[in-house]
């Protein structure tokens, strides 16, 4: 029996360096506290558990991992002074994990989670939210990189604007907080998408993807639609606090402090630009001031959106692309031209927008919002390319295709892709129609800017 058990043990721990030394009662446990999580019986673990981690915290990784599992369980089903007792037992398992696994725990991932932890029962534990926010703070600082947390990142960023809203901080702390977290949230999406990309190429090329990259591409789905999530309640929770009669004063008041400063004066411009507040004076002079002190995509794409409101067109389109031509970066490359692509669509430029939005799918073919643009640019121009009524109604089927691209490639966008799609098909020749028409299977060549073609379904 004993053998048993350490072979089991032996092969869970991967030969752990220095096993000979552990004591042996702690390495009997283990494998009973384990086999009694793998079964989810937590409170029959929490005994042999507790045995292991007080005696031998070095032991195994798996007494941290877990004992997360065992700690949550008991903080689901406890009430009180258990409950709280619990709670900050699973805080100090953390502290415990980075002190012995340090490699192991990265400091902005674990901090977070504790922040989380508090503020999820921050009436239990009687937190305020100067103390929770204190918290979050710390923990983004401490480790930046891996304070990665959808969820938590929006805890941070709600609790910012909550003592905005009190008095507690200033207007300039909380534009500068919302900036750090969209830049740490477009890290990350850009992250999992270009990790997303290498498997939607793959399966372009019509490479059936292995059992664990179907896995790796559920997961990076699933941190794609939650980044997508938090990305549109950040801007709920910011609502009107950064409109331009905050904005304009705030920016013209510490405009000449900063006006030698390329991060203030792009988050500032970037700022107003995201607002509509373009028509004010303040955006040339933070403009001008950013594209003279460092010539980047960020200030000639804003050069471009000063000559469009010149109603320049030809001249702004000259500075977006100069905006892509000096962008290094892949994924911001990709945003530039569905910014771009976006303006032309708007005047109704829809074979220069087109160009534009497949130059974006290129460098990030995981974004299905390209494919809806075009998708809407065919269904409103059904009207105008074809010669017959079948023929115009057939450009609904081409609209349906490429809003399917989307539902494919884009995690974020899935169901609204499949109901346009399904929208546009419904639009398109019916069954009985494509019937006596006698067309069923037939190409037919779309003119116009769409120069293109789609076969008639079989029937």
Wanted: overall charge positive; charged content about 30%; glycine content about 4%.
């Amino acid at each position: 029996m004993k053998t048993r058990i350490t072979l089991l043990v032996l092969l869970f721990i991967g030969f752990n360096i220095g096993f000979a030394q552990q004591d042996e009662e702690c390495i009997t446990k283990l494998s009973i506290f384990h086999e009694y999580v793998k079964a989810k019986n937590y409170d029959a673990a929490y005994e042999p558990w507790m045995a292991v981690r007080n005696k031998c915290p070095k032991f195994n990784i798996a007494i941290y991992a877990d004992g997360e599992k065992i700690l949550n369980h008991k903080i689901d089903n406890a009430s009180g002074a258990e409950k709280t007792a619990f709670i900050n037992d699973l805080v100090k398992l953390w502290e415990q994990r980075g002190e012995h696994f340090t490699s192991k725990t990265p400091k902005g991932e674990y901090l977070a989670k504790a922040c989380q932890l508090k503020y999820d029962n921050r009436d239990i534990l009687s937190l305020s939210k100067d103390e929770l926010y204190t918290c979050f703070d710390e923990a983004y600082h401490m480790d930046k990189d891996s304070f990665t947390n959808p969820k938590s990142l929006y805890t941070y960023f709600s609790l910012m604007v909550d003592l905005f809203d009190e008095g507690k901080k200033p207007a300039q702390d909380l534009f500068n907080k919302y900036d750090d977290i969209v830049e740490k949230v477009e890290e990350e999406v850009k992250n999992y998408s270009e990790k997303l990309n290498k498997l939607v190429a793959k399966e372009d090329a019509g490479t059936a993807l292995t059992k664990k990259e179907n896995s790796y591409k559920r997961y990076y789905s699933s941190y794609l639609k939650a980044y997508d999530q938090i990305s549109g309640s950040i801007d709920q929770k910011l609502g009107n606090r950064a409109n331009c009669e905050n904005l304009i004063p705030l920016y013209q008041k510490d405009f000449e402090a900063n006006k030698d400063n390329a991060i203030w004066l792009q988050r500032a411009a970037g700022k107003m630009s995201e607002k509509e507040c373009t028509d004010d004076p303040l955006f040339f002079k933070l403009v001008n001031a950013l594209h003279e002190l460092n010539p980047s995509a960020s200030s000639a794409y804003y050069l471009g959106l000063l000559k469009e409101k010149e109603k320049k067109a030809n001249e702004a389109l000259k500075f977006y692309d100069q905006a892509i031509s000096l962008e290094t970066d892949g994924f911001k490359k990709s945003k530039l031209y569905y910014k771009v692509a976006t303006k032309l669509k708007a005047r109704k430029s829809y074979g220069k927008a087109r160009n534009y939005y497949r130059q974006a799918l290129k460098l990030n073919p995981s974004n299905g919002r390209p494919h809806i643009a075009i998708a809407s640019m065919y269904a409103a121009s059904a009207n105008s390319c074809g010669e017959s009524n079948f023929d115009k109604r057939a450009v609904y089927w081409l609209a349906s295709q490429e809003a399917n691209k989307a539902a494919r490639v884009d995690p974020t966008m899935k169901k609204a892709a499949s109901q346009s799609s399904a929208n546009y098909k419904a639009k398109a020749p019916s069954k009985a129609e494509v019937f006596s028409s006698g067309r069923a299977g037939e190409t037919i060549k779309i003119g116009c800017w769409i120069n293109s073609s789609v076969t008639v379904p079989s029937i």
